[in-house]
């Protein structure tokens, strides 16, 4: 169920990035479209898509990255952390360029930065109304 949760968030992360920053987009194949049915429900099973690779590339990639980069973490005072996150965007989009659904960012740097911001503070909003299960079991 918590693997359910968090590729939900970050499918709801995804959204609110692509709404706000006109520099990504989100776009599926019309073979996507007429599968799934109506424009609605292709959009929501582009950005489940997209919040699962998304998490797939933070469990597996992301780790290994800010280890190695942990150095230089450190002396931006965890400012690279920010720049780790924004690479773990740009791979996904570059996995899902072989896809049907594709995460398209206009520029590395500033838009993904920017659309890193805003996953990170859905996601903690997000967080805040739906607790994790460790800490639901804390509060009976």
Do not use: H, K
Request: charged share 10%.
């Amino acid at each position: 169920m918590s693997f359910l949760l968090r590729v939900l968030v970050n499918a709801v992360a995804l959204w609110v990035a692509a709404w706000l920053l006109p520099g990504m987009q989100i776009t599926a194949d019309p073979s996507v479209v007429s599968a799934v049915g109506s424009g609605t429900a292709a959009d929501v099973v582009a950005y489940l898509f997209l919040g699962l690779v998304f998490g797939a590339v933070n469990a597996v990639v992301r780790p290994v990255l800010a280890l190695l980069s942990l150095p230089i973490t450190c002396l931006t005072l965890g400012l690279f952390a920010i720049v780790v996150n924004a690479a773990m965007l740009w791979l996904t989009s570059w996995l899902s360029s072989f896809t049907p659904i594709r995460l398209e960012i206009d520029s590395f740097f500033w838009t993904a930065v920017l659309a890193t911001l805003v996953i990170g503070v859905v996601s903690l909003l997000i967080g805040w109304v739906v607790p994790d299960r460790g800490e639901r079991r804390d509060r009976r």
